[in-house]
């Protein structure tokens, strides 16, 4: 069976890394005997609308154009935090036989005969609302922390010193920078720097190669 990955975190950089998710979802394929074709990491919101969702998107015309029957997610989220955009996804899938697969879930949107399961629907539906009413309360826990926080007396943002000069971001990643300058892929790069005990990410490897390479 030819699958996609499709991964996602809501910040750019080392704070968030679609790493662990990847990691999850290829083992779960190779245990299933499922081929991999292609990995989609995106860094953005999910509750931002479908039609700017570049990677999302090119993840599904990839599927349609390339013969891709199956999109993994690690779990429903990932896809969207919008329960209207995660159902247009979702229709979307139905409409082009795409099967999907929801890790942390444990469900799938066509069962092994192929058939459309009748409670898919219902689920997405329901757990895409708690999904969205989660994220309604970590933003209203967010804001009223923050609001506190500020009539205390405190300050928002980056404290002074906390960004890494040229200099200190070369000294850090030289063994990133080395494997990249040896022509290295970003997921070589990973493994070879993981192997010699360098802390680092996709992302960063990615933000290291534009600043540094290009």
Same mark, same amino acid.
């Given at each position: 069976?030819?699958?996609? @990955?499709?991964?996602?975190?809501?910040?750019?950089?080392?704070?968030?890394?679609?790493?662990?998710?990847?990691?999850?979802?290829?083992?779960?394929?190779?245990?299933?005997?499922?081929?991999?074709?292609?990995?989609?990491?995106?860094?953005?919101?999910?509750?931002?609308?479908?039609?700017?969702?570049?990677?999302?998107?090119?993840?599904?015309?990839?599927?349609?154009?390339?013969?891709?029957?199956?999109?993994?997610?690690?779990?429903?989220?990932?896809?969207?935090?919008?329960?209207?955009?995660?159902?247009?996804?979702?229709?979307?899938?139905?409409?082009?036989?795409?099967?999907?697969?929801?890790?942390?879930?444990?469900?799938?949107?066509?069962?092994?005969?192929?058939?459309?399961?009748?409670?898919?629907?219902?689920?997405?539906?329901?757990?895409?609302?708690?999904?969205?009413?989660?994220?309604?309360?970590?933003?209203?826990?967010?804001?009223?922390?923050?609001?506190?926080?500020?009539?205390?007396?405190?300050?928002?943002?980056?404290?002074?010193?906390?960004?890494?000069?040229?200099?200190?971001?070369?000294?850090?990643?030289?063994?990133?920078?080395?494997?990249?300058?040896?022509?290295?892929?970003?997921?070589?790069?990973?493994?070879?720097?993981?192997?010699?005990?360098?802390?680092?990410?996709?992302?960063?490897?990615?933000? @290291?190669?534009?600043?540094?390479?290009?």
């Amino acid at each position: 069976m030819k699958a996609a @990955i499709f991964a996602r975190v809501s910040s750019v950089g080392d704070r968030q890394s679609t790493d662990r998710q990847v990691s999850d979802l290829i083992n779960y394929a190779t245990q299933n005997s499922i081929d991999v074709e292609r990995v989609f990491e995106e860094h953005i919101s999910g509750v931002t609308a479908n039609a700017k969702r570049e990677v999302l998107n090119e993840c599904l015309d990839y599927a349609v154009n390339n013969g891709i029957e199956l999109i993994l997610c690690s779990e429903m989220s990932r896809l969207s935090r919008s329960v209207y955009d995660l159902q247009e996804s979702i229709k979307f899938c139905v409409d082009h036989n795409i099967n999907v697969f929801f890790q942390k879930e444990g469900i799938s949107l066509f069962d092994s005969d192929g058939k459309q399961s009748m409670l898919f629907p219902i689920l997405v539906s329901v757990l895409g609302v708690v999904s969205q009413m989660e994220r309604e309360n970590i933003k209203f826990r967010l804001n009223s922390g923050r609001k506190l926080y500020k009539e205390r007396g405190g300050k928002l943002g980056r404290k002074v010193g906390s960004v890494k000069t040229e200099e200190q971001m070369k000294e850090q990643y030289k063994e990133v920078i080395k494997c990249l300058k040896k022509g290295y892929s970003v997921a070589n790069t990973l493994a070879i720097c993981k192997s010699k005990g360098v802390k680092c990410s996709t992302s960063t490897i990615k933000r @290291i190669k534009k600043e540094f390479l290009n």
